[in-house]
């Protein structure tokens, strides 16, 4: 935090929010005469789960400071504020990171939600007690009861049920009476399936498991199953039974119904013969049938509607006539007509309505005239008027509403005047309201609200206030023996080389390059030995190669390549050993390969390949089976691949009319000639991507090979099996299939590829779990996914960010999923033992949304990594990774580089 005063807890708080408020009125109010200011960011507060309930409006969101917690909007008559006033309701999680809620549901005039404890150890549903003014914990078994995770509520004859998660991580269903707090477990099926619910006429519920279609009577408080079909899919009702979709062995995914009784359960309608589904994705009750969009395998994805029977199940208007599909989606009812987004050949995706008949069936506008059609969501019904938010040439994105008209649909209100985007999402309508969230382009993503004219359209509040710490964001993070070195931006220097030891009082600028706001801009920070080389403008030399060894004395410019302002604008540093090769133009022979050992004398051209002062295009440097490669452009339409040897560098390969900057693919075929591929051709299955094209064009998106012991593993792709891990010895002979992560053509896309020790580890996709760790180790001959159960989740339940290694194991950034909206970054160990797949939780970011974990770096056993924690900007911060303190050291700031006194506004 700064070498400042540590007052005591409270006192400091009050002195952070002292501070902040007057720098806010600073950076507001403009002096006399002076020109007006505002604050360098106003971040969005991105209001989610706007649920009704009463004349209150509840709803998330981010102000800043307190992380991600519970809103609420009430009108405030009387007070002048046409807009109504938005207040958080409780800070359950104190601190940066929030106590995330989700699940808002309304009970009778009772709000409820679902958010972390203040221990952020497990999830539990609240009542808000309006009476106490606070949060009251429901059916709490924090003390002596099973640990639990609540889950998806429903009202039925007056009760509110949910269900939890249990330990062994099973589901069961729970009953409370709105308004209270205490209730109890029901039934004893396993496994309920979230979001699966459907009340019958007689207000039983039928919900879907694991294992079936089960029915639960609150009165008798007994279940029974109605359907032993896997996979069920949805629940909807219909005015005598349930309409639901399991994917049965004989006849997939088709529609099926249940008036509760448990031989009722039938077969409505197999719309796609045999065992291939209809496959609907999109389903609404609606004036007592379900309309849906399935297959039948003639027409396409097509709007249909069921009543439950077989002769009331049809298809209600090809709207793309013939086999192409016009994937109706987004149902919506409004007055006497039911809502959605279809495309035709002539109109594109556009708004469409439907009374149920097909000459009822119309497109209602077509907002982009032509086929290139319109982007459209968020249908909401709102009095008598269908809300939804659209994009279009004239207003970009923003709120529409529609009578069913063509003249009586348009915009409500330009928010983000022409074309630009206000981006609105999340209608939800509240008596005479209706509100959303958007962006004017000043206040952020907030809460608006509208009476349906644009004379009513308000912001409700600017939640997430300008921020009054802004971020110094380090990067290029490089280790130096003990230190990392870094560029940092601190508002008074500009972009410049810093370093640190760990210790606040050892984060120092090394060198003020070039004096001023725009600073030096080191780019490309390369480890080589013992130094640090890096590309730096000064006024008097231009872009030219800088070294550092982590001293202001030791940081200086290498050599003046070509003297005088121009700069030889050195790219492409890589080291080999004690030596760093790189791309520069001296001005006399164009851009060449260069090298240098960290001395002025021992920095020099290595090869003149284009005699002239149009230069050789350097592109890609890069180390392959223990040898220096690059490619360079050896005249028109021809590119060779050179290795540089002890006696000075050679063609390894000439390809005749390859731009390898414009991603195109080299080909290594059975009878080892060569082939060119543009981007839109395809290996064929006897053909391998050879690993040296790399780093990667844009276009293939390969990632880095690795090797270990003389074996070279590097991601490629061809037609049988999509991209994969492969794996050679330098031989065609030699060069295989290492591991198909998803079987067939379909790509698992390796990437992150790391050795440690003997193993190899690498990031790939898995059909079931999805983006997760993998290894290899001897004999290299298939690979397997790392998993363990710790911390209440799985490694396949979190998505790998950066893998890096450490001497006794692979450290992993990741996110781990909170709700659907808000990911935590979190950082975890896995110890490099044979057969290991222990999994160590080391430390969570007490933040969420899109503030990742930059930069990880190892110096030693500690980790250094920039993050954003919510309340002092992106900064660098410091892990400690001995075995003894691996997990009881938290990771905390190392400087607060850009601080409260240090905030400079920007002009209007």
Known sequence: MGARPSPSAPTQTLLIHLAGTLLLLWAVI????????????????????????????????????????????????????PAGRARMLADLCPGPAGSEPVGFFCAEGWFYVNAMT??????????????????????DRASGGPAWEPDTVAMVRGMLYFTVVLAGRSRQIAMVAPGTCDGELLSDVEQVTPDMYALLADETIVFAADEGLWHFDPASKQTHCLDKSPGQNFVLPLPNGVFFAPDHPDYGMEPWFSDGAPEGARLVKDIMAGPTSSTFGQLKSWAGAVYFNPDDGAHGSELWKSDGTAEGTLLIKDINEGPASSDPHYFAAASDALYFVASDLEHGQELWRSDGRPEGTVLVKDLHPGAQGTDIWSLTEFGTRLYFCASTAASGEEVFLTDGTGPGTHVLLDIAPGPENSGPNHLAAMGELLFFTCNDLVHGEELWRTDGTPEGTFLVADIALPRYNPSSRPRQLTALEERVLFTVDDLEHGKELWKSDGTEAGTMLLCDIASGAAGGAPTELTR?????????????????????DGTPEGTRLLKDIRPGPAGSSPELLHP??????????????????????????????????TPGQTGAGIQRVFDLWGKPYFYAQAG?????????????????????????????????TKETTVRVLSPAQEARGDELLVPVIYPPSSTSGHSAPASIDGLTFFAARTRVHGAELWKTDGTLHGTRLLCDAFPGPPSSGPAQ???????????????????????????????????????????????????????????????????????????????????????????TLPAAGDKRMHELTL??????????????????WIKELQATARSAAPAHLVKDIVAYGDFVPLSR
Request: charged content about 20%; some cysteine; hydrophobic content about 40%.
């Open 859 to 876: 110096t030693g056993s500690r980790l250094f990594f920039t993050a954003d924690d919510g309340l002092h900007g992106e900064e660098l």
């Open 576 to 609: 080999f050993g004690t030596t760093l090769y790189f791309a520069a133009d001296d001005g006399e022979h164009g851009r060449e390969l260069w090298r240098s050992d960290g001395t002025e004398e021992g920095t020099m051209l290595v090869h003149d390949i």
């Open 118 to 139: 203040q221990e952020k150890s497990r999830r539990q549903l609240w009542l808000w007690d309006p009476a106490e003014a606070k949060f009251r914990a429901v059916f």
């Open 636 to 668: 028109a339409g021809l590119t060779t691949l050179w290795r540089i040897e002890d006696d000075g560098p050679r063609v390894a390969l000439e390809i005749q009319d390859l731009f390898v900057s414009a991603g195109l693919d080299l080909v290594l």
């Open 30 to 81: 403009p002096a006399a005469g002076a020109a007006p200011q505002t604050p360098q960011e106003n971040p969005p507060s991105s209001p989610l789960y706007l649920t009704p309930c009463g004349d209150q409006l509840f709803f998330s969101a981010d102000d800043g400071r307190h992380g991600r917690e519970v809103w609420v909007w009430e009108a405030t008559a009387g007070d002048g504020n």
């Open 753 to 843: 590829l790391l050795c440690v020790q003997d193993t190899l580890y690498f990031v790939a996709e898995e059909p079931r779990l999805g983006r997760v760790v993998w290894k290899t180790s001897p004999p290299y001959q298939a690979a397997r996914v790392v998993s363990a159960y710790r911390a209440g989740f799985r490694l396949g339940e979190i998505s790998p960010d950066s893998l890096l290694a450490s001497e006794d194991g692979l450290v992993i950034s990741s996110f781990s999923p909170i709700n659907p909206y808000s990911l935590k970054p979190h950082l975890g160990f896995i110890g490099h033992a044979k057969d290991s797949n222990s999994y160590e939780p080391l430390y």
């Open 528 to 548: 080589a030995g013992a130094q640090v080389f890096f590309a730096a403008e000064a006024p008097a030399s231009g872009r030219e190669l800088w070294h550092s």
